[in-house]
């Protein structure tokens, strides 16, 4: 039997990945999994990586949680699992490490990679939203187009060396940095879905931020952090916060917390636990010219809600931009008849199950 906490929580039946990605995630991942021959591709890009050899490296030099060996958070691994109604319930290792971490690796057989210095970080619902989080990752198929980022970013690195390959190749790394990103906000959501404690994931959040000194955190304070660090009033500071995202795939922890604290309140959260969301067996039909759409809205509300300088003179040329793209994307779909959202295509349909 799994741990259940003393509160009531909802099991989400048949949830789809869809209810808690990110508009700008959830965009790329329905055009890419209705790619034709898209799984052919990762299918090659997988095959240089031993997934094999990679579990057994973890097999072998980490603890395999189960029921015996960290059994709480083998029953956290699989409580989540069974909140998400994930298919299967996902290996899970512990490894031994003071950085703070945790991973969903692989694609046939998707498993969890935690660090010990995550787990001494956290309390037991801290460490069920970052299970949770991990969880998402899983559902929503993400380490497979991570996977992708890491093969491109080998590659750039070898042809550095080639000044117009380098370059073209970083700009789409840059790109995929952005969407790997909020992709960190949308399994943060997951998180919170399986957890269903919004305060143990507000510090969790912190925590990553400031260590273990709980006593010395007050969400309140870094709420109003994270609205001083969007509202910076010189435009060389808002010009210093996009130079500091190059190469991070990870949001800064108070935007993490901003976010999440926003989806959390919003209405968002509680339509789900109603059990307002979309179920997988409809991600077939998803629009790919409608999560654009979605996704461009989702930005242009994001920039209207920023107090930062910058983002009021890009806002204008981004939503003429968003605009030309919802109007080639709804030709296109013109043009193919039923649409992109006749869900032929390829096997990738099924990579969010």
């Known amino acids: 039997m799994t741990s259940v906490p003393d509160r009531a929580r909802v099991r989400l039946t048949g949830i789809s990945s ?47 949680v189960s029921e015996r060996q960290f059994p709480h958070i083998h029953a956290l691994v699989r409580d989540g699992a069974y909140i998400l109604d994930l298919p299967e319930v996902p290996e899970c290792y512990v490894m031994q490490s003071p950085i703070v971490n945790a991973m969903a690796i692989g694609r046939d057989r998707p498993f969890v990679v935690v660090t010990t210095g995550l787990v001494n970080l956290h309390d037991e619902e801290e460490l069920r939203w970052v299970i949770g989080h991990e969880l998402g990752h899983i559902l929503s198929g993400h380490a497979v187009y991570r996977t992708m980022m890491l093969i491109l970013i080998q590659l750039a690195a070898r042809i550095a060396w080639m000044p117009l390959g380098y370059l073209g190749l970083r700009a789409i790394i840059w ?10 906000l949308s399994c943060d959501r997951a998180g919170l879905l399986a957890g269903q404690d919004v305060d143990a994931a507000r510090r969790a959040l912190m925590k990553l931020a400031g260590g273990p000194y709980l006593s010395e955190l007050n969400p309140d304070a870094f709420r109003e952090q994270a609205h001083e660090y969007d ?29 999440l604290d926003r989806w959390a309140t919003d209405g968002s959260y509680e ?19 409608e999560e654009m759409k979605n996704a461009a809205n989702s930005y242009r509300e994001s920039w209207n809600r920023s107090e ?13 931009g968003a605009r030309a793209a919802s109007g080639l994307f709804d030709r296109l779909g013109g043009n193919r008849g039923s649409g992109s959202g ?12």
């Open 342 to 353: 006749s869900g032929s295509g390829s096997s990738n349909d099924n990579d969010n199950n």
């Open 308 to 320: 930062d300088p910058l983002a009021g003179i890009v806002r204008g040329v981004a939503e003429t």
């Open 231 to 259: 509202a910076v009033p010189d435009l060389r500071d808002s010009i210093l916060k996009l130079l500091q995202l190059q190469g991070n795939t990870h949001p800064f922890a108070v935007v993490r917390f901003a976010e």
């Open 175 to 184: 790109g995929l940095e952005e969407w790997f990103r909020k992709s960190e």
């Open 18 to 64: 869809r209810a808690y990605e990110h508009p700008a995630d959830r965009s790329a991942l329905v055009a890419l999994r209705k790619l034709s021959g898209f799984d052919v591709l990762l299918s090659k890009l997988f095959g240089l990586i031993n997934e094999r050899a990679l579990r057994l490296t973890f097999l072998a030099g980490a603890v395999k």
């Open 271 to 289: 339509s789900i636990l109603a059990g307002d969301y979309p179920r997988r067996e409809t991600d077939r039909d998803a629009s790919v010219t």
